[in-house]
């Protein structure tokens, strides 16, 4: 990624959030580079951390597999600025095989950002996650 | 967006390739900074380029109108690498009121990368494209 991410104006991330069971909030924090001409979050971005932050919950369940990303769904249902903090979860509903369908949520605060669906495939063995 | 993508080693874009009646083609080069660690393209830039690859329909048709992504389905059918060209096109398939939908396509060569539908909807004016 961009060294620009990396100075020292960057902003403290906070740990993930780990919840009871396989439960987990990521964040992301929007910044000025994330932004479009409305000074609203890109939502291509908005899809980047989708994409991750639903795919996470196969992380959680499949520990020693890597994984792709099939398809992806995504209801843009309001927007983030810059400044906020835009969190998300996913939530393992099925699994056939190495297919893995994920319903997730990105939420600013109270305000839900976007709904949506995953479906992600394991492939090959990992190092175990802790 | 970020200064590295603006030194003189960025390789030239090609225009836009415009076709018949409202066809186009758009296009990026995959470099290092879109590659997740298989050096393969991420799928969050694969997205945020078919928003606007997808979306550009809508701007060929509405031409005085800014619009916004409602809904993005996206399909991967198989990756792109570091130094892949990835081009892309979509074309209106449904109007109704200010909701555009389209379908989608990128490729590489003549590998498809990724189909899909987007869901646009036409906001405010804005000054003609030409």
């Given amino acids: 990624m961009t060294d620009d991410l990396l100075d020292d104006e960057a902003p403290l991330i906070p ?5 009871p069971g396989e439960s987990y909030t990521r964040a992301f924090l929007v910044g000025e580079h994330h932004t479009n001409g ?12 989708a994409d991750t932050a639903f795919g996470h919950a196969v992380s959680m369940r499949a520990r020693d597999h890597y994984w792709v990303t099939i ?7 309001s927007s983030a600025k ?9 939530e393992v509903v099925g699994v056939e095989d190495d297919i893995y369908t994920v319903k997730g949520r990105l939420w600013c605060g109270e305000r839900t950002v976007m709904t949506g669906t995953g479906i992600f495939k394991t492939v090959g063995r990992r190092p175990p996650r802790k």
């Fill in 15 to 19: 740990d993930e959030k780990l919840g």
């Fill in 71 to 77: 398809r992806l769904l995504t209801d843009f249902l």
């Fill in 82 to 90: 810059l400044g906020d903090w835009v969190e998300g979860s996913g």
């Fill in 38 to 49: 409305m000074m609203n979050c890109h939502g291509g971005m908005l899809m980047a951390f």
